[in-house]
């Protein structure tokens, strides 16, 4: 097995990871297969979760290639629809019309969960404090430098530089996008009516990156810049990331408690697992969280890549689980795993 890491940065940043897994050999009536091969795309979001876990996975079992592409929730799930994969990964799971052209049924599976997190390059200590009004108010382009009043007023003391603002956003269909800009319309009507929510918006101003990498790759390469990315995009490459005031009018640093005490408060239906919360309402909440979900088909032609297929699953709700918290994302709650569990037995083979 081999995994080609870039020297400039950390395999965090990787477009596509390509790993080669086993899981025992499958067994059907009379027919043994040593070697199967999967395929799935989809968000960057989980992504270095998911390499992580395709790397525990070999280390107990020789035999099924697992292909996964970093490519964004929208061509991924484009992906699935098409049939060009046997399992797909998004952070805003399927929409009911997406699912209704899949004639082999459509199950999202919530697999684990994260914050989305501001991120900027600027010689000021991590923590900077960004009202609602202000964030907002970046991303509009109506605020456009950092020593802007209504930015140092709840940043006392601090020496904030004569330096433009560099949004980074995303420029691929994007669910970390349309949780980003689903948490922007709950917040701001004039958000909600010039842009609103989207896996993909017209920004109003700013520079575009692919991907939860390309968008850390900008901000670590442009003074004064500030984007949206996933957590662990963020710690891992030592970016610094604003506290925002929550709707409790509190300031809150993403971590990965603040983000479960957010997740708290989400209830996932039990007819399709899927829910978002896009203003929490606790005091000590971080905003911005999200479930990501892997999407696998109900029905599949080839019974043995069905249960190696379900067996990773399996093990990623329970043995995986316990890699979560260490590489920053949430681990889900026993009562979550045994929802995911539930429906996992939907997939026939």
């Known amino acids: 097995m081999s995994v080609q890491l870039s020297s400039k940065h950390q395999a965090y940043l990787l477009p596509v990871i390509v790993l080669s897994l086993s899981v025992a050999s499958c067994t059907i009536g009379n027919k043994n297969r040593e070697h199967i091969s999967l395929v799935g795309a989809g968000a960057s979001f989980p992504a270095p979760l998911y390499q992580r876990w395709l790397l525990d996975y070999n280390r107990k079992n020789p035999n099924v290639e697992i292909n996964y592409q970093s490519i964004g929730s929208g061509a991924g799930v484009q992906h699935f629809i098409n049939g060009t994969v046997d399992f797909a990964a998004s952070d805003v799971a399927i929409t009911k019309q997406q699912a209704a052209q899949i004639k082999r049924g459509a199950i999202a599976l919530p697999i684990t969960a994260g914050s989305i997190v501001l991120a900027y390059n600027l010689d000021v200590p991590n923590g900077l404090r960004l009202t609602r009004q202000v964030y907002k108010d970046i991303f509009l382009g109506k605020i456009t430098n950092w020593n802007n009043p209504k930015i140092a007023v709840a940043n006392p003391g601090l020496n904030l530089p004569n330096l433009p603002i560099v949004v980074v956003h995303r420029t691929d269909g994007s669910g970390t996008t349309s949780v980003m800009t689903q948490h922007l319309s709950a917040i701001s009507p004039e958000w ?158």
Not at 199 to 226: C, S
Not at 228 to 250: C, D, P, Q
Not at 314 to 338: F, I, R
């Open 192 to 349: 909600k009516s010039k842009v609103g929510a989207g896996k993909a918006v017209a920004w109003p101003v700013g520079i575009g990156a692919k991907g939860n990498e390309g968008v850390t790759a900008q901000l670590q390469q442009i003074p004064g810049a500030i984007g949206y990315v996933e957590y662990v995009y963020a710690t891992r490459n030592k970016l610094s990331v604003a506290a925002l005031e929550n709707k409790s009018g509190k300031y809150i640093i993403p971590t990965p408690e603040s983000a479960a005490r957010t997740l708290e408060a989400v209830q996932l239906p039990p007819d399709n697992l899927i829910a978002f919360i896009t203003d929490p309402m606790g005091a000590q909440s971080y905003p911005i969280v999200t479930y990501t979900w892997l999407l696998t088909y109900e029905q599949y032609q080839d019974p043995v890549k069905a249960q190696a297929l379900k067996n990773f699953i399996d093990w990623a709700l329970t043995e995986g689980q316990k890699s979560s918290l260490e590489l920053g994302y949430l681990p889900l709650s026993k009562k979550v795993v045994v929802q995911v569990q539930s429906a996992v037995n939907k997939i026939a083979k």
